[in-house]
Structures are given as C-alpha cells and as structure tokens.
Antibody, heavy 118, light 107 residues
C-alpha cells in the first residue's frame, strides 16, 4: 500500500518561501505523477501542480510564477516551494499520487497545515 | 479554467436515504470526472473516477453517472460513515479543478 507523508515548517513569515517535502513509501516514485493540492481553512481544494518522476512539471497558472516542484528519485521524495507567501497561502497542503495519467488522485498524504504569519 | 458547479452545497439526510449530488462542468470534459469523500481533518478519499468507475474498496452503494457535462454521484442507503463533504474534480483540461463541495449532514 502506497503511503505519502508531508513534512516541513508549520509557520512561514509573509514574503518568505514555503517549503514542503512528501516522502513516498510502500512503492516507487518512478512511473507516476506526483501532485500538490491545498485547502485553505474551511474552504475547497486547489490543485497546485504536478511533477512526473522524470522531472517534467505542470503548474496551476494562478500560482505558476511562485511555484517550484522538484523530485528526488533516490530518496523517493518530491518537494514544493512556494515563494513570496501571503496570508492567502495559509492552507493544509496535501501531496497526492496521480492515477491513470494524473486524471485523478488515488493516494494522499494526511496533509500539513502551513500558516503564514509574522 | 473549467468551472465545476456542485449542487446542492449542503444536504441534510437520514440514515437509509438515497442521496444524489450533481456536478456541472462549464465545458466538455469527456468522462474525466472523479468524486471524493472528505471527513474533517482527513485527506480526500477517491470514490469514483472516469465518471462511473468505482475505486477499489469503495462500497457499491456509491455510483456515478454522466449526461453530457452533467455528472451525478448517488449514494444508495446512506450509512452513518457516509456523512462527510463530497467533491467532484475534473482531470480533462489543465489546470485540474474541483467543485465547491457538498456537505452531507445527519437530519
């Protein structure tokens, strides 16, 4: 059974860079798409972007100028960086595996709450 | 971006009821529509993909259908563990987008 686990700081100051890592266990990071999705408190879900194990990426245009997703296949991990954060970036951040060409998401991490505040 | 309009946004039902949630896409998305269940403090759980294919391990009381750009999730005989928020999601066109959610509560 594939398991995903997010890790990273829970508090980030405004204008700084949010950094999270997702560790994949129970399966290989190869031959799959890996996604970041976020959910502001009491709100809906927003897809941030994906990385294929080869390093190919695709980002949500609304965040593209600030987002970088990278992969480390040797560690079975992928990471998210979101630059120049504001309070509007406060959210639970989920990592998730793409299913069948990334049309939907079948395995999710438990989520990591990141608060942007000084 | 493709907009997904979910209705209703809130639903109050009783155990044993049949519940239907609708998701309408702003343009064609073929059958690249998935449904998720989310409980408080938990990650979403994939229920249905390809508009009507049940994910492994999901009870057969859940079903999905498509009519053009209108999609429905039906829960037959609502169980206590089914009270949650449900989201639709399209994977046909980037960026991937989600519906606004439907909260199903106990009457």
């Amino acid at each position: 059974q594939v398991q995903l686990q997010e890790s990273g700081p829970g508090l980030v100051k405004p204008s700084e860079t949010l950094s999270l890592t997702c560790t994949v266990s129970g399966g290989s990071i190869n031959n799959n798409y890996w996604n970041w999705i976020r959910q502001p408190p009491e709100k809906g879900l927003q897809w941030i972007g994906y990385i294929y194990y080869t390093g190919n990426t695709n980002y949500n245009p609304s965040l593209r100028s600030r987002v970088t997703i990278s992969v480390d296949t040797s560690k079975n991990q992928f990471s998210l960086k979101l630059a120049s954060v504001t309070a509007a970036d406060t959210a639970v951040y989920f990592c998730a595996r793409g299913h069948y060409g990334n049309a939907e998401f079948d395995f999710w991490g438990q989520g990591s709450l990141v608060t942007v505040s000084s | 971006d493709i907009q997904l309009t979910q209705t209703p946004s809130f639903l109050s039902s009783s155990v044993g009821d049949r519940v239907t949630i609708t998701c309408r896409a702003s343009q064609g998305i073929n059958s690249y529509l998935a449904w998720y269940q989310q409980k408080p403090g938990r990650a979403p759980k994939l229920l249905i993909y390809g508009a009507s294919t049940l994910q492994s391990g999901v009870p057969s009381s859940f079903s999905g259908s498509r009519y053009g750009t209108e999609f429905t999730l039906t829960i037959n005989s609502l169980q206590p563990e089914d009270f949650a928020t449900y989201y639709c999601q399209q994977g046909n066109t980037f960026p991937v987008t989600f519906g606004g959610g439907t909260k199903v509560e106990i009457k």
